[in-house]
T-cell receptor, first 117, second 113 residues
Framework: GAGVSQSPSNKVTEKGKDVELRCDPI?????LYWYRQSLGQGLEFLIY????????KSGLPSDRFSAERTGGSVSTLTIQRTQQEDSAVYLC???????????????FGQGTRLTVV | DAKTTQPNSMESNEEEPVHLPCNHS???????IHWYRQLPSQGPEYVIH???SNVNNRMASLAIAEDRKSSTLILHRATLRDAAVYYC??????????????FGKGTKLSVKP
C-alpha cells in the first residue's frame, strides 16, 4: 500500500470486552510504533518494534495491553477488559531502518478511534 | 531520548514567516533534531531533520545553533493549513532498539487570516 493503514478506523466497545487494533505498515519498513492520544492530549508512546530486536514495551500502561508483530510486518495491539479510560485514538507509525540507522522519517496512519462505553 | 523544551503556543499571521524555537541543552553529539507536526484530526507528519548544518526542504527550514543547544523551525510564509502542533524531537542516529520516537507536548501554532 501507499501508506500506513490502520483498521478499524472507529471502534465502539463495551467496558470489559477485549479489542484488537490492526496496523499494516509500509512494505519493507522494519520499525513500527504504537501511540495513543486522548482527546486534547499529546501522543503517548506505547510500544516500539525494530527488526528482530526485543520490542520496547516500556510505554504500555498496564498488563491489559499487549502487541504483536507477525513476520516483521502487520502488528496487532490488543486491549483486554477495556476500561473507559482506554478511550482514545490509537496511532501506528512505521519507518525504514537501513544499515542500522534508526534516524529516519516515520510515517503515521490515520489512527483508530476507540470508544469504550 | 534527550529532553526538548518548546513554548506551549504561538500565533502567526497568514503569509508571514514563523519561527518556532526549541531548546535541547542536553543534546548529545549523535542526536539528530527532528520536527514533526500534527494537523487537527490527523496523525503526525514529518517536517524536517538535521544534525549540525541548517537544512531546507519544500516544507520548512531548520536553523541549528552553533552549539546545537537550540534550533528553530522556520515556516517562510504561514498559511492557514500550517495551523498545527509542532513537535521537536531528538533521536540518536544509530539508536538500534533504543531508537524510539518520543513526542513531547509541542507548540500549538495558530495562524490568523
Amino acid at each position: 500500500g501507499a501508506g500506513v493503514s490502520q483498521s478499524p478506523s472507529n471502534k465502539v466497545t463495551e467496558k470489559g470486552k477485549d479489542v484488537e487494533l490492526r496496523c499494516d505498515p509500509i512494505s519493507g519498513h522494519t520499525a513500527l510504533y504504537w501511540y495513543r492520544q486522548s482527546l486534547g492530549q499529546g501522543l503517548e508512546f506505547l510500544i516500539y518494534f525494530q527488526g528482530n530486536s526485543a520490542p520496547d514495551k516500556s510505554g504500555l500502561p498496564s498488563d491489559r495491553f499487549s502487541a504483536e508483530r507477525t513476520g516483521g510486518s502487520v502488528s496487532t495491539l490488543t486491549i483486554q477488559r477495556t476500561q473507559q479510560e482506554d478511550s482514545a485514538v490509537y496511532l501506528c507509525a512505521s519507518s525504514l531502518i537501513n544499515s542500522g540507522r534508526t534516524n529516519t522519517e516515520a510515517f503515521f496512519g490515520q489512527g483508530t478511534r476507540l470508544t469504550v462505553v | 531520548d534527550a529532553k526538548t523544551t518548546q513554548p506551549n503556543s504561538m500565533e502567526s499571521n497568514e503569509e508571514e514567516p514563523v519561527h518556532l524555537p526549541c531548546n535541547h541543552s542536553t543534546i548529545s553529539g549523535t542526536d539528530y533534531i527532528h520536527w514533526y507536526r500534527q494537523l487537527p484530526s490527523q496523525g503526525p507528519e514529518y517536517v524536517i531533520h538535521g544534525l549540525t548544518s541548517n537544512v531546507n526542504n519544500r516544507m520548512a527550514s531548520l536553523a541549528i545553533a552553533e552549539d546545537r543547544k537550540s534550533s528553530t523551525l522556520i515556516l517562510h510564509r504561514a498559511t492557514l493549513r500550517d495551523a498545527a502542533v509542532y513537535y521537536c524531537i531528538l533521536r540518536e542516529e544509530y539508536g538500534g532498539s533504543q531508537g524510539n520516537l518520543i513526542f513531547g507536548k509541542g507548540t500549538k501554532l495558530s495562524v490568523k487570516p
